[in-house]
């Protein structure tokens, strides 16, 4: 019976084995509607395709568009995006811009009053360590060593070869967004373990980082970003990151750097970029023709989708009294407007010649701000646009086909212009040439060399880059962000007043410092 | 004593074959008294032995024992215990003894299911609730776990209110937070996959996910519903067995042949409704605050929510057919349910067949069962932006500007549609289609083999399947006012998604149950065996925008400007082993032992396998000798039970696996000229495991007066270990900023008290009352939520204020604490004027009010759950009710909050309507976080009321039988929104109305 029993048993479990059920099998069922990381690079495509996810992590949240399967989670997805995340914290804390809205954290920015748990922040800093992460990983994938053992072709290896000159520009760009914002963050490149705790940089270091990337990958890029390279990575856009290092550089480092400063706007105005002479074409559906552009976040209204970008800075701009199709588009957010310190800038506004005021909306709305929620307490400024130079709308209603500047002829005049009389050498006839080619342009007249001084030049770029995400860090660099300088609301005040000096440096994310316990977090918060 | 025990133990493998020679067997069948139908499941159990058994589909049992003279006793729920004395066995012969049941309306514990088996009630050593149809809860029941609300201490039943729509289950508190929290679901040894990522898939559009997965399921088919709450009764099906298992059970027939029918007719209204400003309130708000606005105010006075709502109808019929053969028996139920709600546009439809054959072959050691059942649903949905419209539509509005032109919001200079104001609801629902289709089958083949050589040992064998076809199609023109303050290229738009989804079973088990020799009223009974599932899912869909015409609405394409087509599939596969071991010693002390070895694709390589034990022990007290006779009681059980699970309903199929995601047409980016589409690796944790919860109970059940009154007392306390987390990750150190991860712990812990008992009897067909009584409390406390320093994730996005959030996951807290700002209080009321920090409590004392002042305050979890039932009969006239009641529960008053404020009439974009609370609070600008809309929502509800007589002799009818029920007769609390129940995770933004249902009908059977 024993004999009997056995041989049942075996018989049991061969029949079980053949129903599937009994044999331990590999449980990993691959994911079949995806790509694996196992057969991604077959394609040779997929270098440039994920390089091109590198710039896209600038313009769209996910991979979706406009919204659908984010980058990053814990905020929604439009509120992250990075050029709009940006935008707000360049802009929002100053005199120049203040929004109406209610969400969560986003009051906190108009007044100066954020905390380390803050969304927007937060989000940011997620959004810059995202873009080093992938460009971290894209630096991996490519090495000689990755490429060779997949048997790449010498052309694919050539070409691959610049894509991660590209990569290493736009970790370097986020870095020097980091230094700005966050300052003592830590340095993750390449060759990183990442199963370890990332160790925390002083700021100095880290710009000392993103200025040793950037000059050793200048000479592998092009000259300029345009043609086949526009939207990408070129020796003027580097030039022009390293131009506002250098000038930030006492600030940020410790040291003045006016000299390098100097020689950085130099080179970019030395370079085939010129001054737009019709200037609201800058900030037109069409600005990826404007020949004043030197480095451009690219949007499109049919294949570059997004809530943020330039599609909430064109319809949170329009708002009451506003006409949407006059901007391109379908409907305003009533959400930005100017503070009335920002129009105060143009000397005798409403009665001016300065034609950068043309963008001023003031029909229906007062200057002041009495409440922020109100929203038309403010003027409005209608600089960004979805009408081409030409007049047409844009591809799409909702997203416009404008494209961000983040760097244009116009900004390296006046850090040349700066960097002289911060006494970084250069000529200070150049400089007056300078300052008076973007005043003639704007028919705002030109200055005399007595006019041409530092405050001048801090008012001027006010004038000249209103709503361009510099004004936070023209104001540090001036002193006048926090414990100086006084303008509506900073402070949670109507009239203004000064904050603690260590709003100049924005908090480590409390999440941050929850996965990263070895990291300090900023002084003051 | 344990060496006698242990030998005794020993003895019953190599015993068994000597003890054949001695022995005879007791076969036959059991009939009830009135007809003479076979009785299926009674309990067949010989007096001063421990042997028993269960009769089958055909009301056949068979026992074998050692010669001799025994008396036999036979029960079932539902009947009279008959008892047979002197039956005498013959050595190797077979004694005929055929016994007849009467028919008697009690609930006595029987026969209760449990995973891969059954146990007799008494001999169970778990906590485990059974619920059969004569306690289900009456009325238009759309789907099963409406039966059983307010029936089971510790389970907490929430509906969405719409016919057809979600259901919740919480069994002893939920265990996750990011994966599932709803129980298992077993449907005639089938499990349904109801949470994680099986349903709608990765990506997928959702489809199905506010819908009731169990809506296939005919509650008319069921015959029982068994909740298993504890580790130990749960553990034998461990891999997904921590939030509880609900075994349903459906009737198989047996007597007649049978023909019968049921019928209801039903109507339903609305019961209270968000509370918002009439016209006249409107007008006078508009005046005050808002001068600017009045020219634009109107001159109508509109009950938008009246607009969208109806008296709402419905119909259910029910037929069955069933009956036996000489070796088989069968029930065949058909059913047709078709219910409005009392949303306009809202309609469920279900046809549904279903089919319980079995049979008895090659010589009675071969049962074959099965179950086939089949539906088809047609569901309409009310279009999605219909409720929040017609709550923010100004009431001072007409519907129409003309007949047929409905009014909108338009700019009162340029005439232009105002692109941010509220769609006028009527033309939505005029015009939007959203419709869905599911055909959906459910069946297993089942055989159970005794084997010959061995006495007592089974082999069972089943195949399950549950294929699931559903379709959704929604329609939007081009030329309503939605689409019209869009993109002229992309306006009218046509979605739709066919999902196909095949999940497999396969089980092979055995089973093994005898007497244990030597040792009187001692069995053993061993079950060890195989399952295996798989799950495939093909999720396709497209929608297209731009549409060039209107006239093919659902039906068709016409020439559309852009389309984005998805497809998406999906593979889950399971792998299992389990045993378990049942010891009955001297019909005293029960010990129980399971062991379970579950491997799921999901999780990463070398963490796919988890092995999840339990145990358990129970004393009947009352076999003691020294308390047999001594105690005014009949039945004191003592249990204690431990036991570990996992959780594998985590949110995705491939959460632990690298890949790269491919970029739509949309989020390309541009290089140079040319556009190009991107991919991206995805963050993902390679280590992702099991959520283990580990549980312990502690009960006793009572009987007194011969189980007049039976109770059970319970506490329990269940920690949940490696809970998935979206932890942040240390920046630079992975591919985004939030990963899935196994991190964190959740306890629960509570009592739970049930009382059944017969509080007059007045016999047959006097006057009868049952009542039965439940309560439980359950403490839910986050215990950590990731490493060392975090100290809370943020979480419930509500309306108004993009991604803001109102609940915190802190340790310390139950799940989902609200998290706001206190309000100063001056004079005990609250300070609701002036700045913020004028308003509210500086916890920090920074002298600002920001998101570092948020405090934890109460949860939308009830700390405690009252059930009642009452059941009284006389003569043919029977009635019954159940009452409801929680304590504890919070809610969050999201339309009270988005719509409560003056600053709602200045915007000058839309002037929309706003929440009555604004008269109490008084605020001019929202403050979406403010302790005021946290709301106690404790209530006490008349969940349902039936009266019904059944006539005595009616024509030719067998029986005959007219009722009526409402159902939701009345609800007292203080919660000032629409419901207090009808989110599960107490966020109340636009819950579909309640209502109230009247259901009148009748049954006969020929």
């Known amino acids: 019976m024993y004999i009997k029993s056995t041989r049942w048993l075996a018989l049991g479990a061969t029949a079980l084995c053949l129903a599937g059920l009994a044999c331990t099998k590999d449980l990993t069922v691959q994911p079949q509607s995806q790509i694996t990381s196992g057969n991604i690079f077959n394609d040779p495509a997929s270098y440039q395709a994920f390089l091109a996810k590198l710039y896209a992590g600038l313009a769209v949240t996910g991979q979706t568009g406009p919204a659908g399967t984010p980058d990053i989670n814990g905020i929604d997805e439009g509120f992250s995006q990075y050029v709009r995340g940006y935008w707000q914290m360049q802009e929002l804390p100053t005199d120049e811009a203040i929004i109406g809205w209610g969400d969560t954290g986003l009051p906190e920015l108009n007044t100066q009053t954020w905390s380390a748990s803050n969304p927007f922040t937060t989000a940011m800093y997620a959004r810059i360590f995202y873009q080093v992460a992938l460009a971290n990983e894209f630096l991996r994938q490519t090495t000689d060593a990755q490429l060779s053992s997949r048997g790449t072709s010498a052309d694919v290896a050539t070409q691959v070869a610049g894509f991660r000159a590209e990569a290493r520009f736009l970790r370097a760009l986020s870095y020097y967004h980091a230094v700005d914002f966050f300052g003592n963050v830590p340095i993750v490149d390449e060759s990183f373990d990442i199963s370890k705790l990332p160790v925390q940089a002083k700021r100095a270091d880290v710009f000392a980082f993103v200025e040793s990337e950037l000059k050793a990958i200048r000479g592998s890029l092009p000259p300029t970003s345009t043609g086949n390279y526009y939207g990408r990575a070129s020796q003027a856009a580097v030039d022009m990151t390293l131009a506002h290092l250098y000038l930030n550089a006492k600030v940020w480092a410790g040291t003045d750097r006016n000299a390098d400063a100097l020689a950085s706007a130099s080179s970019v105005i030395a370079s085939a970029v010129t001054l737009d002479p019709n200037f609201p074409h800058i900030f037109d559906a069409d600005n990826n023709t404007s020949p004043e552009m030197i480095f451009s976040v690219p949007f499109d209204g049919v294949h570059t989708r997004t809530y943020g970008g330039t599609t909430y800075l064109i319809h949170a701009s329009v708002g009451d009294n506003m006409d949407p199709a006059a901007a391109g588009i379908d409907g305003g957010w009533y959400g930005l407007r100017l503070r009335p310190e920002a129009v105060d800038r143009y000397t005798g506004y409403p009665t001016t010649t300065d034609t950068r005021t043309s963008f001023i909306q003031t029909s229906g709305r007062t200057k002041a701000i009495g409440s922020i929620g109100s929203s038309n307490n403010g003027y409005a400024l209608l600089k960004y646009k979805n009408v081409t130079s030409g007049g047409a709308v844009g591809s799409n209603l909702t997203f416009p086909d404008t494209d961000y500047p983040l760097y244009r002829l116009a900004d390296a005049y006046l850090i040349y212009a700066e960097a002289v009389l911060r006494g970084g050498g250069g000529s200070r006839a150049t400089a007056l040439g300078y300052v008076n080619a973007l005043r003639n342009r704007a028919s705002a007249g030109a200055i005399t060399d007595a006019q041409l001084t530092l405050p001048f030049i801090l008012d001027e770029r006010g004038r000249e880059l209103l709503w361009e995400g510099m004004r936070r860090q023209d104001l540090i660099r001036f002193g006048t962000f926090s414990s100086a300088g006084v303008w509506s609301w900073k402070g949670n005040v109507a009239a203004g007043t000064t904050t603690a000096a260590f709003h100049d440096l924005y908090p480590i994310p409390s999440n941050e410092l929850s996965a990263n316990p070895t990291l300090t977090q900023n002084p003051g918060y | ?1006």
């Open chain 2, 1 to 1006: 004593m344990w060496r006698t025990v242990i030998r005794g133990v020993l003895a019953t493998f190599l015993a068994s074959a000597p003890a054949l020679a001695q022995t005879g067997s007791i076969s036959g069948r059991v009939v009830a008294a009135e007809g003479g139908a076979p009785v299926v499941g009674a309990q067949v159990t010989v007096v001063g032995t421990n042997i028993g058994t269960v009769s089958r589909d055909d009301g056949r049992y068979s026992l074998t024992l050692q010669a001799g003279r025994y008396t036999v006793v036979a029960s079932r729920i539902g009947f009279a215990r008959d008892t047979v004395p002197g039956v005498v066995v013959n050595p190797a012969a077979t004694t005929t003894l055929n016994i007849t049941l009467r028919s008697a309306p009690t609930a006595l514990a029987g026969v209760v299911v449990v995973g891969y088996g059954t146990q007799q009630a008494k001999d169970l050593t778990g906590s485990v609730a059974t619920v059969t149809t004569e306690e289900f809860n009456t009325g238009r029941v759309v789907s099963p776990e409406g039966l059983i609300r307010g029936k089971v201490a510790g389970v907490e039943v929430s509906d969405n209110n719409e016919p057809g729509g979600g259901v919740s289950i919480r069994v002893r508190g939920g265990t996750s937070v990011n994966a599932s929290n709803e129980p298992l679901y077993v449907v005639d040894g089938v499990p349904i996959d109801i949470g994680g990522g099986s349903v709608g898939g990765d990506g997928s559009t959702g489809l199905g996910r506010n819908r009731n997965p169990l809506n296939f399921l005919n509650p008319n088919d069921i015959e029982s519903i068994t909740v298993l709450k504890d580790a130990s009764s749960t553990a034998i099906y461990g891999n997904r067995g921590a939030n509880g298992v609900v075994i349903i059970t459906t009737r198989s027939g047996g007597s007649g042949p049978q023909v019968s029918y049921t019928g209801t007719v039903s109507g339903s209204r609305v019961v209270g409704g968000p509370n918002m400003l009439n016209a006249a309130q409107y007008r006078a708000a508009v005046q005050q605050f808002a001068p600017s606005n009045v020219a634009s105010l109107g001159t109508a006075s509109t009950d938008w929510l009246g607009a969208i709502e109806r008296n709402a109808g419905g119909q259910e019929h029910n037929l069955d057919f069933s009956g036996h053969g000489e070796t088989n028996v069968y029930r065949l139920g058909l059913g047709y349910l078709d219910q409005n709600g009392v949303l306009i546009g809202s309609r469920t439809q279900r046809a549904s067949a279903s089919l319980n054959y079995s049979d008895r072959l090659l010589g009675d050691r071969l049962a074959l069962r099965t179950h086939i059942r089949g539906s088809r649903s047609l569901d309409w949905y009310t279009p999605g932006s219909v409720l929040g419209e017609a709550l923010a539509f100004a009431p001072t509005q007409p519907m129409y500007t003309a007949p047929g032109t409905y009014y909108q919001y338009r700019d009162p200079t340029s005439g232009a549609l105002i692109g941010l104001a509220p769609n006028n609801p009527l033309e939505d629902l005029a015009y939007v289609q959203d419709q869905a289709t599911i055909l959906r089958s459910v069946g297993n083949v089942e055989g159970e083999y005794r084997l010959p050589f061995i006495s007592g040992l089974t082999a069972t064998v089943r195949g399950g399947y549950d294929v699931n076809r559903a379709d959704r199609n929604v329609f939007t023109p081009t030329n309503i006012a939605s689409q019209l303050k869009g993109d002229s290229a992309t306006r009218g738009s046509i979605a739709r998604a066919n999902h196909d989804e095949l999940h497999t079973v396969g089980d092979v088990y055995a089973n093994y149950r005898n007497v244990l020799p030597r040792l009187t009223n001692s069995t053993l009974d061993l079950t060890a065996g195989v399952s295996g599932e798989n799950f495939n899912g093909t999720y396709n869909g497209y929608s297209a925008n731009g549409l060039s015409s209107n006239l093919l609405g659902l039906n068709g394409v016409p020439s559309f400007t852009e389309a984005h087509p998805g497809v998406s599939v999906v593979d889950h596969v399971l792998r299992s082993q389990f045993g378990r071991a049942n010891l009955n010693l001297f019909d005293r002390y029960l010990i129980t032992a399971t062991v379970r070895r579950d491997g799921s694709s999901r999780f990463g390589e070398g963490q796919k396998y988890g092995t999840f034990p339990s145990a358990a022990f129970a004393w009947r007290l009352l076999e003691e000798p020294m308390l047999r006779d001594r105690l005014p009681l009949s039945d004191l059980k003592f249990r204690l039970s431990w036991g570990r699970n996992g959780n594998e309903a985590i949110p995705c199929n491939y959460c632990a696996y690298g890949a790269y995601d491919v970029g739509g047409p949309n989020a390309q980016a541009q290089l140079g000229n040319v556009f190009v589409t991107t991919i991206r690796p995805v963050a993902f944790d390679a280590n992702l495991h099991w959520e283990t919860t580990t549980s312990t109970n502690v009960g006793f059940d009572i009987g007194i007066l011969r189980d007049r009154f039976t109770g059970s007392v319970d506490y329990y306390t269940k920690t949940t270990h490696d809970l998935l987390f979206n932890v942040p990750t240390a920046a630079g150190t992975a591919l985004s900023n939030n990963v899935l991860t196994n991190i964190g712990s959740v306890r629960n812990r509570g009592v739970e008290l049930m009382v059944d008992g017969k509080l007059i009897d007045g016999g047959a067909r006097g006057f009868t009352w049952n009542v039965n009584l439940n309560a439980s409390h359950n403490n839910n406390e986050l215990l950590t939520i990731g490493r060392p320093g975090v100290t809370s994730i943020q979480t419930g996005l509500i309306a108004g204020g993009v991604g803001t959030t109102i609940q915190v996951l802190q340790p310390g807290q139950p799940v989902n604490s609200f998290y706001v700002y206190q309000h100063k209080s001056v004079n005990g009321a609250p300070v609701t004027t002036g700045a913020d920090t004028a308003m509210y409590i500086d916890q920090n004392g920074d002298g600002i009010i920001n998101t570092s002042d948020l405090v934890p305050f109460h949860s939308p979890a009830p700390t405690w759950i009252f059930g009642h039932t009452s059941n009284v009969t006389w003569r043919g006239w029977d009635a019954s009710t159940t009452i409801r009641a929680y304590r504890g529960n919070y809610v969050y008053n999201n339309v009270a909050s988005n719509l409560g404020n003056y600053s709602v009439l200045t915007s000058p974009f839309a002037p929309v309507n706003l929440s009555a609370s604004v008269l109490q609070y008084g605020f001019t600008r929202p403050q979406y976080l403010s302790d005021l809309y946290v709301e106690d929502a404790s209530f006490v509800r008349m969940d349902n009321l039936t009266v019904g007589y059944t006539f005595d002799r009616l024509a030719q009818l067998s029986n005959a039988r007219i009722f009526g029920t409402i159902q939701n007769v009345f609800t007292s609390t203080k919660y000032s929104g629409v419901d207090p129940t009808a989110n599960i995770n107490g966020i109340d933004n636009n819950v579909y109305p309640r209502s109230r249902t009247f259901v009148g009908g009748l049954s006969v059977g020929f």
